[in-house]
């Protein structure tokens, strides 16, 4: 995690940094998890419109995706295909959120998403979501009912951490922290970066704990070292891109269509 405050930039989530990392790694090899992975530990986390994504996809393919981790993002579905719902409701807290699971649970019995056995996913069965109060981005009103959707949805409690007063975590605002942040703690408008340092506050251990290991207390000690980047490798993504594009010429690579 140490190498991402290097290269994450304000305005894209951490699908984006990984796609940065791997600009200096090896090409994708189209093995994808053959190269070690288990397909059966499919976890997926993101920060801003990465965490959006994650949720996305772990609500959609819930039968095979077993965890989440969100930081920063809104509550699942609270748009409703509405722009305008999305910039007053969903980011900025100008009208009331809704609750959505049922609207996931009705996409489910429908055929759109992954089939729920009982009302709860097949696979997924733990979340874990970051929120700062004083996040002036994703209103932390969209943050917590995000939490309540996946508590509902899962039917397993979703862990929430909003940082705390003693490191000054609650005051991080619209980014992910960690010990090697490249911006101080408390937000401010010329941050140039979305990682901050709160002290040795280390939200992607806090999440990796919740997500793999959530009976064991959290031991910062057991941070692992920086990924070597030759263990990194691109995933290229231009053939989705091309294939969506073709088919909706009004997507852009712009600040609400991040292709």
């Not at 600009?23 to 801003?48: C, E, N, Q």
């Not at 951490?161 to 010329?190: K, V």
Request: charged letters at 20%; one cysteine or more.
């Amino acid at each position: 995690m140490s190498t991402i405050g290097k290269h994450v930039s304000r305005k894209v989530g951490l699908a984006a940094v990984l796609c940065a990392l791997a600009t200096a790694t090896p090409a994708d090899d189209g093995r994808g998890l053959r190269r070690g992975g288990d397909p059966s530990r499919v976890s997926l986390s993101g920060l801003s419109s990465g965490a959006v994504m994650a949720v996305q996809y772990a609500v959609a393919h819930s039968g095979s995706v077993e965890a989440v981790g969100a930081v920063a993002g809104p509550q699942w579905g609270c748009a409703e295909a509405s722009l305008s719902r999305a910039v007053n409701a969903c980011l900025c807290g100008r009208s009331a959120l809704t609750p959505t699971v049922e609207t996931a649970r009705r996409l489910a019995a429908a055929g759109a998403i992954d089939p729920l056995v009982s009302g709860k996913p097949r696979a997924l069965n733990r979340s874990w979501v970051f929120q700062s109060p004083a996040d002036e981005t994703v209103t932390p009103e969209s943050g917590r009912a995000g939490a309540a959707f996946l508590t509902a949805f899962i039917g397993a409690a979703t862990r929430l951490d909003e940082g705390n007063a003693t490191d000054g975590s609650d005051r991080a605002g619209h980014g992910i922290i960690t010990p090697d942040g490249s911006e101080a703690c408390a937000a401010d408008d010329r941050d140039a970066e979305f990682v901050r340092r709160c002290g040795a506050e280390d939200n992607v251990g806090r999440m990796f704990q919740a997500l793999f290991d959530p009976d064991a207390p959290y031991d910062p000690s057991r941070r692992a070292p920086p990924i070597p980047e030759s263990e990194l490798w691109a995933f290229d993504q231009q053939p989705l891109i091309d294939r969506v594009t073709a088919r909706h010429p009004s997507l852009a690579n712009d600040h609400f269509n991040p292709l």
